[in-house]
């Protein structure tokens, strides 16, 4: 590893994506435009952005550290994410875009009542900075341990980076980041993988001096249990997480809305066993890992066999990532605070200029708070115990109950209060504090049930109470009911300037993209003179990336202005 090189790529490609984000700048003239991109992103542009707001640098510490330490499972792991995908594309995403709404919390509010809206608003708001702010951790770790920097100023620095580039361009600029990040991020993978079996001496030396039940489907404390709750987990998170629906609000119809979460699924087969090998593979490379240092495998693997530059590459990779997914859901916490709070309640009759400064404003205090849970991470148990928990504890009782109402005539906002409640309650209780009044601690398997078969289990049983006493439809079901019929009577019509603004702001999109895919090629064909006996791995990648960027570039040719 060449520091020079490295550091000079990370900064040459973050002040590019920097700009790539400024010149979002103006395309946001409202609401709409800014945190849904004018609902008529292209389907593939939001499956693709879908995918990497799901991934970050927490991918490589957290699902890397478990494919370190127990192998295969890490990829079944997440290959139940492909199921809930699949059931999303299926289910949940045209619902959700039929339903309307900007945001999940404006269907809540709607269907479920402002009560229920503004419980479940403060909850998400969060968990979010919770969720997101581990996933900082992640990446500001793997910056600080790669290129010697301290990880507290690390994290402070990559977190101001992050708000700044939300803040200014909204959710294209975000999808933009999305979708360079893939490209790099593939990229990197494709040429780390021949890299590190050369270095474990090939594949047969890998499989052979692997250890015992490393290739077994489950491993450890990670049993059938786990992963079948986990799938179930996914189902809610994928469906519901207010962050996820935004991606099938932004498209144009319920079909395309489908198309994001079947793209998501797909690679979703593919990837999990990609990103998983290098760490598996430097098990038998380096076999002494112990404690929170097995979060730092991938970055050991990647420093072990990556040429000058390629490792800032990756670095950069996994920082925007990271960046990608937090980016989303700051854009979405502050669209839900803009939108469904200082508009719904402070002040509905503001106009896009006030709605807009509140958005940006918004976004910076949300992101402040994000970098303050990164700060706590390494003090509460690393990267995976966190997340695990965190998912555990609110994931069903946040997310089961807005999906049943997507489907349901008979649940009512109190009932919803009362099942996210007690559910909370109880994982709080099994989590927390039996452990340290009782000695007592569920499994992995049976706290991930717990979390999302308890709200489950109490919905059901509602649903079987509420038709055998006869109710056919709640108050609420039918307060939007006649909601839908007005709308339908009095449609909102987009005036021709504003779908020309709409139709301009997509086709500069999609410019920008095959623009940056373009410079990611000529970037790498710069880093193969320094990449020795790798350099034509890289320039084939580099001339796949180039030739893909003209699927873009045609798309923009399609919208007619």
Not at 65 to 85: E, R
Not at 227 to 252: E, K, M
Not at 339 to 368: E, H, T
Request: hydrophobic share 55%; charged share 10%.
């Amino acid at each position: 590893m060449n520091a020079v090189i490295d550091t000079s790529v990370i900064v040459v490609f973050s002040i590019f994506i920097m700009l790539v984000g400024f010149s979002f700048s103006r395309t946001g003239r409202n609401l709409k435009s800014f945190f849904a991109a004018g609902e008529a992103v292209p389907w593939f542009i939001g499956g693709l952005s879908l995918f990497m707001s799901f991934f970050s640098a927490g991918t490589f510490v957290a699902w890397g550290s478990i494919a370190y330490k127990y192998g295969w499972v890490a990829i079944t792991i997440q290959w139940t994410m492909c199921i809930g995908g699949l059931v999303t594309g299926l289910y949940l995403a045209p619902k959700w875009k039929a339903t309307g709404n900007l945001t999940a919390a404006e269907f809540i509010r709607e269907r479920l009542g402002e009560a229920v809206q503004k419980s479940y608003i403060y909850i998400f708001m969060i968990v979010s900075l919770l969720i997101k702010g581990s996933v900082l951790y992640s990446v500001a770790r793997l910056v600080s341990s790669s290129l010697g920097f301290p990880l507290m100023p690390s994290t402070v620095v990559l977190g101001l980076f992050m708000i700044a580039y939300t803040a200014v361009g909204g959710l294209w600029a975000v999808m933009v980041t999305d979708i360079l990040q893939f490209v790099i991020l593939t990229a990197a993978i494709l040429i780390i993988i021949p890299l590190a079996f050369d270095a474990a001496g090939g594949v047969e030396h890998f499989i052979k001096f692997s250890p015992q039940g490393f290739f077994d489907v489950v491993n450890g404390e990670y049993t059938w249990g786990f992963i079948l709750a986990f799938a179930l987990y996914h189902i809610f998170y994928i469906g519901g997480n207010w962050t996820f629906v935004q991606r099938y609000t932004s498209v144009d119809t319920p079909k395309s809305a489908s198309k994001v979460a079947y793209l998501f699924a797909g690679l979703y087969i593919i990837s999990p066993v990609l990103w998983m090998l290098p760490p598996m593979v430097y098990k038998t490379i380096n076999p002494g890992l112990q404690g929170l240092d097995t979060e730092n495998a991938y970055l050991m693997i990647c420093q072990h066999v990556l040429p000058a530059g390629l490792m800032g590459l990756i670095l950069t990779g996994m920082y925007f990532s990271t960046s990608a997914s937090a980016n989303t859901a700051l854009n979405v916490v502050s669209a839900v605070f803009t939108n469904d709070i200082y508009k719904g309640s402070i002040n509905p009759k503001a106009s896009d200029k006030k709605l807009m400064s509140v958005a940006r404003i918004s976004s910076w205090f949300f992101g402040l708070g994000m970098i303050v849970v990164a700060l706590i991470v390494p003090y509460i148990g690393g990267i995976v115990e966190f997340t695990l928990s965190i998912g555990a504890i609110t994931g069903g009782p946040l997310l089961a109950p807005p999906l049943w109402a997507l489907f349901s005539k008979r649940l009512t906002g109190k009932v919803t209060l009362y099942v996210t409640g007690i559910s909370l309650a109880a994982n709080l209780v099994f989590k927390m504090l039996l452990p340290f009044l009782a000695d007592y601690k569920l499994s992995r398997a049976n706290e991930m049930l717990l979390g999302v078969g308890l709200p489950f289990l109490i919905l059901a049983l509602y649903e079987i109470y509420a038709y055998y006493k006869g109710q056919h439809a709640s108050a609420e079901y039918l307060h939007l009911k006649a909601l839908k019929a007005q709308r339908k009577a009095s449609p909102v019509e987009v005036s021709v300037e504003e779908a020309f603004e709409i139709k301009k702001q997509n086709k500069f999109g999609l410019k920008v993209i095959a623009f940056s895919l373009c410079f990611i090629a000529i970037l790498l064909y710069i880093l193969c003179f320094f990449s020795a006996g790798s350099a034509s791995l890289v320039a084939g990648i580099a001339t796949v990336i180039l030739l893909t960027s003209l699927i873009p570039l045609r798309a923009a040719g399609k919208v007619k202005l």
